[in-house]
């Protein structure tokens, strides 16, 4: 009951194949529709000719963009305040953009009258490479736009330039590194699909799509159809995999509702991988400089970032704060310095639009990977121990709650607990005299440290707008006479576990076991308004709904035994799952009887509705900020120069932990992360803007095979303002991991005089290392 491990309710239907997701979905006369996609990266539409594809037997419809200009949906509002093209009218501006939706009664008809469609083109210059997008003779992208002469999209600085230079100024020692965190995906298990039905008699809308974000979608496909919102009804079912990925808006999902409209029949769209990996939100891409001052003791000063953030060819980053960078300016880390300053520049680029929190929140993990490279480097300028270089520079726990230079107030940590309980758990001291025996035998052995500090919890009006919605959540609880109950919550589930987690939140505040604790999600028509589910937010926002709303069932429940027991509900206190009086605690009620009661005839005070339903909206006052240690040790063949990461130890703090197996679960699967974005995941491109990493073949993902068994810890600094002291662990593990292992590679590189490797640490990129530093 309550807190602890527990094995997840919801894994009994996925372990029997009884999971349900968006293709599982079947409706009769149900048609399928299939994208045709632009073959290059930019080019002028001189004609479309759909007459062949019209002409197959079995297609219903084929839908241009110029049919979706004439109803007025040929572009949709993305979740940054810009626009999209649903399918191309003009021109494309990237590779795999959707240029017309066939509609058959099958997919395979589908994909096979796509191919009849003759479209001309006039193939333009592209701009793949961020760093050239602002140059005078790059071609202009986004022409849409009246008056548009460039690619610039914004630029944001955050902190205090003048102090921060001032500070450099007055160093003992400046260190500066550029260094690339490219481009990559989060390649879901499932890819996303859509199945929209249009009933054109009471004019309403459903839609079964892979969204981990119902009601924020609901609003939006309100303002594309224009029809009224309680007349769209989303429904996200079990979605296979999101990582950010299914936050935004595609326009497969639209042309399914358009399609769906024309035909007056249920339409069905899924992406094959392919189409996933070209045209769906990707993560991080930013080209940054850092630049960090400190004393000739170690002490840091100062610590200033240049950005080129690279947004694609439309501005669709599915980030929910008021600032174009999301968190970025959390880069200071987890030190105390005294100026910081960072300048964002986001371009557009002839690539697919995106910038999602791919398991971690809004560009923390390009933030800590800025920070922690740099004091790597800072640390061999130095030649001080990293380790010792961070224990001096580590914020300190009296410290908090800590204001950071860019204004962000971090919540609780202990810092210097949590790093010396990975150092110990590796045997940091021993690993060093490993590595020196090493290097006497011509061994490439290296060991990285990283520390993290995490803002996560999207939900503090001050920090958030979403197409002007706030990131409130909310939380509905239903309590049947018997005492089992049903909370509804307004986040949903790609694989956390919340049908378990909210159920044992449930079960500590009130007593009833989480058995008994139906978690519903996923459905506009059943759940509060939220925001959804991304940027590691379900626990710190809607999980303290959840508790919230219990403690008002509690509250209530408390007025209803007062009255079945006949004392003042001021002499009654709770005892795990029961009112009971003060001084007699055999005299009492538990919550099943209260239930009951509650329900029956017995005379409650005036003003009191039967019942013990109750609903909660929270408003967090603030962020969370979970943070950990991470150790690496890795081996660098030296003829191969291929990378073996051997050790991993993990120490993450996130307050409180409702249910420690989920959690563990979570790390593991964002270190897997990890070391995939530090060793093998890249979109490229070559020139010309062609996709080079279209298939599973060509981006490569991390399997059991090249990861080492996990070795985690944990320390708890439950937040303070969190109605039950957790600060949420999303993906964290993916923030902290990359630099780990990053900064293990230059350590085992260091005979070679190598300070930076750019990611992915590929055998050829660290042996082009290897010999460049030669």
């Avoid at 950005?307 to 999301?326: E, L």
């Avoid at 506009?524 to 926002?541: K, N």
């Avoid at 003060?582 to 029956?600: F, H, V």
Wanted: glycine share 10%; hydrophobic share 40%; charged share 25%.
């Amino acid at each position: 009951m309550g807190f602890g491990r527990m094995k997840r309710k919801e894994d009994a239907r996925f372990i029997r194949g009884q999971g349900r997701y968006v293709d599982d979905v079947q409706l009769p006369r149900m048609l399928h529709g299939a994208v045709l996609r632009a073959p290059v990266a930019h080019a002028r539409i001189l004609s479309i000719d759909v007459s062949a594809a019209l002409q197959h037997p079995k297609v219903h419809a084929v839908i241009t963009g110029a049919d979706l200009a004439e109803r007025g949906m040929a572009w949709m509002p993305t979740l940054s305040a810009d626009v999209q093209a649903v399918l191309a009218t003009d021109k494309v501006r990237f590779q795999g953009q959707e240029v017309a939706f066939v509609i058959a009664d099958d997919r395979y008809s589908a994909r096979d009258a796509r191919e009849l469609i003759d479209v001309e083109y006039d193939v333009l210059p592209a701009v793949v490479d961020s760093r050239r997008a602002l140059d005078p003779d790059a071609p202009v992208i986004r022409d849409d736009q009246a008056g548009r002469i460039d690619n610039h999209v914004f630029d944001w600085e955050a902190g205090d330039a003048a102090a921060t230079e001032a500070a450099f100024a007055a160093a003992d020692v400046v260190v500066e590194q550029d260094m690339l965190f490219p481009r990559s995906h989060p390649a879901p298990m499932e890819t996303c699909g859509a199945v929209a039905d249009f009933d054109r008699v009471g004019e309403r809308l459903t839609i079964w799509c892979t969204t981990q974000a119902p009601h924020a979608h609901r609003t939006l496909y309100s303002l594309i159809t224009g029809l009224p919102e309680h007349r769209i009804r989303v429904i996200s079912p079990d979605v296979g995999g999101g990582f950010g990925n299914k936050v935004p808006i595609y326009p497969g999902y639209v042309c399914a509702m358009v399609g769906s409209m024309l035909t007056g029949k249920p339409v069905k769209w899924v992406e094959d991988r392919s189409e996933n990996l070209m045209s769906t939100g990707f993560a991080r891409d930013y080209a940054m400089r850092g630049r960090i001052a400190a004393s000739r003791e170690g002490r840091l000063l100062a610590v200033a970032v240049d950005v080129i953030a690279d947004h694609g060819a439309f501005n669709a980053t599915a980030q929910p704060s008021r600032y174009p960078a999301g968190f970025f300016s959390v880069f200071t880390g987890s030190y105390d310095v005294a100026a910081a300053h960072c300048r964002v520049t986001g371009v557009y680029t002839n690539k697919a639009p995106g910038g999602v929190a791919y398991a971690c929140s809004f560009r923390i993990a390009e933030a800590v990977y800025l920070v922690e490279r740099v004091v790597d480097c800072l640390a061999r300028e130095l030649g001080m121990d990293p380790v010792e270089l961070r224990l001096k520079n580590l914020l300190r726990p009296e410290q908090f709650p800590y204001e950071s230079r860019t204004g962000w107030v971090y919540d609780s940590g202990d810092y210097e607990r949590a790093l010396r309980k990975a150092l110990g758990l590796a045997g940091y001291e021993e690993l060093r005299r490993e590595q020196a025996s090493k290097r006497a035998r011509g061994e490439l052995m290296g060991i990285g440290v990283s520390f993290f500090t995490e803002a996560v919890g999207a939900g503090p009006r001050r920090h958030m707008d979403m197409m002007g919605l706030g990131m409130n959540d909310g939380a509905a609880i239903r309590i049947s006479p018997s005492g089992t109950a049903q909370l509804a919550i307004s986040v949903q589930t790609q694989g956390q576990g919340h049908e378990t987690t909210f159920a044992q939140i449930v079960s500590e505040e009130l007593g009833i076991p989480p058995e008994d604790v139906d978690v519903v999600h996923g459905d506009t028509d059943t759940t509060p308004y939220g925001l959804g589910t991304y940027g590691s937010r379900s626990t710190p926002v809607s999980g303290a709904a959840a508790a919230l709303v219990a403690r008002k069932v509690r509250d209530r429940a408390r007025i209803v035994a007062g009255a079945m027991l006949e004392v003042a509900p001021e002499d009654l206190e709770w005892v795990r799952g029961r009112w009971a009086v003060k001084g007699d605690p055999e005299q009492g009620a538990s919550i099943r009887e209260i239930a009951l009661a509650a329900r029956g005839p017995i005379e409650l005070p005036e003003g009191v509705e039967a019942g013990l339903d109750a609903e909660a909206v929270y408003d967090p006052p603030n962020l969370t900020f979970p943070f950990g240690a991470y150790v690496c040790v890795v081996d660098v063949d030296p003829g191969t120069a291929h990378v073996k990461v051997r050790r991993f130890v993990a120490v993450d703090d996130c307050g409180v932990r409702i249910n420690p197996m989920i959690v563990e679960g979570q790390i593991h699967g964002g270190l897997t992360d990890g070391v995939g974005m530090a060793l093998m995941e890249q979109i490229a491109f070559d020139e010309d803007g062609n996709c080079l990493s279209a298939s599973l073949m060509d981006y490569l993902i991390p399997t059991a095979v090249e990861v080492p068994d996990w070795e985690t810890g944990e320390t708890v600094t439950p937040s303070p303002h969190h109605p039950i002291g957790a600060k949420g662990i999303g993906e964290s593990a993916t923030v902290g991991s990359p630099p780990a292992i990053v900064n293990a590679i230059c350590d085992a590189l260091e005979p070679f005089g190598v300070r930076h490797v750019d990611m992915p640490c590929t055998p050829s990129r660290v042996w082009e290392a290897m010999q460049g530093a030669r």
